[in-house]
């Protein structure tokens, strides 16, 4: 198999699941709104989510690098701010300090991945 043919191949599966997971996406999806009587952590949960998937469409630039680094740092964004938002309303004390480090882990990676965008002239 050929690097070009591997390629398409893989594009053409990626766009399949794409287009299964736009089918069959669950409730806890961006796109399914807080209800009346949401939760104040439903509600955050939901916007974070919503932010999360606008900031990571954008278009690839068939760099993988540029690409992985540019998609990751807004999923990073997204756990953080789950992380956040647990610690704010989170009773259990091991999911609590599961959000911490998750907080200071991401926060770390975040950071390195900027700093690799700045190096290598990306975005």
């Given at each position: 198999m050929t690097h070009s043919s591997f390629s398409r191949g893989a594009c053409a599966?990626?766009?399949?699941?794409?287009?299964?997971?736009?089918?069959?996406?669950?409730?806890?999806?961006?796109?399914?709104?807080?209800?009346?009587?949401?939760?104040?952590?439903?509600?955050?949960?939901?916007?974070?989510?919503?932010?999360?998937?606008?900031?990571?469409?954008?278009?690839?630039?068939?760099?993988?690098?540029?690409?992985?680094?540019?998609?990751?740092?807004?999923?990073?964004?997204?756990?953080?701010?789950?992380?956040?938002?647990?610690?704010?309303h989170g009773k259990d004390p091991a999911?609590?300090?599961?959000?911490?480090?998750?907080?200071?882990?991401?926060?770390?990676?975040?950071?390195?991945?900027?700093?690799?965008?700045?190096?290598?002239?990306?975005?």
């Open positions: 599966a990626l766009a399949l699941c794409a287009a299964l997971a736009a089918q069959a996406q669950p409730a806890h999806m961006p796109h399914a709104a807080a209800g009346a009587g949401a939760s104040a952590s439903t509600a955050a949960f939901q916007a974070g989510e919503q932010q999360m998937m606008k900031d990571m469409q954008q278009p690839y630039t068939g760099d993988a690098d540029k690409d992985f680094v540019a998609h990751m740092i807004p999923h990073h964004q997204g756990a953080v701010a789950m992380a956040r938002i647990e610690l704010q999911l609590r300090r599961l959000a911490a480090s998750i907080v200071k882990a991401q926060d770390k990676e975040i950071a390195f991945m900027r700093q690799w965008q700045a190096r290598h002239g990306a975005r």
